[in-house]
Nanobody, 125 residues
Framework: EVQLVESGGGLVQAGGSLTLSCQVS????????IGWFRQAPGKEREGVSC????????YYERSIKGRFIISSDNGKNTVTLRMNDLKPEDTGVYYC??????????????????WGQGTLVTVSS
């Protein structure tokens, strides 16, 4: 069974940057779709960015395209989300999530099967 452990997050001013990392264990990395979801206060959880462990294909939600970069290190079994030019509307709890034999469509398709514990990102104006 996949285990996901997030790190990173915190408080940053608007325009700043943060990096989130997700350590993946318990299942072959190349057979997973892995991504980052966020839940802003009072809103539903949404897929922000996802990546295929098999071929590295990526998905970016429209509002973060050009500001966030998702990457994976198959040797270290980690997925990283570099968040640049952060805006107050990026505030929320960010969850690493995975789907067995999934791809980057994890963000918009059937959705994850495994979730991390979440990490809070707060962007002040």
């Amino acid at each position: 069974e996949v285990q996901l452990v997030e790190s990173g997050g915190g408080l940053v001013q608007a325009g700043g940057s943060l990096t989130l990392s997700c350590q993946v264990s318990g299942f072959p990395f190349g057979d997973l779709g892995i991504g980052w979801f966020r839940q802003a206060p009072g809103k539903e959880r949404e897929g922000v960015s996802c990546i295929s462990g098999e071929d590295g294909s990526t998905y970016y939600e429209r509002s973060i395209k050009g500001r966030f970069i998702i990457s994976s290190d198959n040797g270290k079994n980690t997925v990283t989300l570099r968040m640049n030019d952060l805006k107050p509307e990026d505030t929320g709890v960010y969850y690493c999530a995975a789907r067995y034999y999934g791809g980057s469509y994890l963000c918009t398709g059937p959705g994850p099967e495994v979730w991390g514990q979440g990490t809070l990102v707060t962007v002040s104006s």
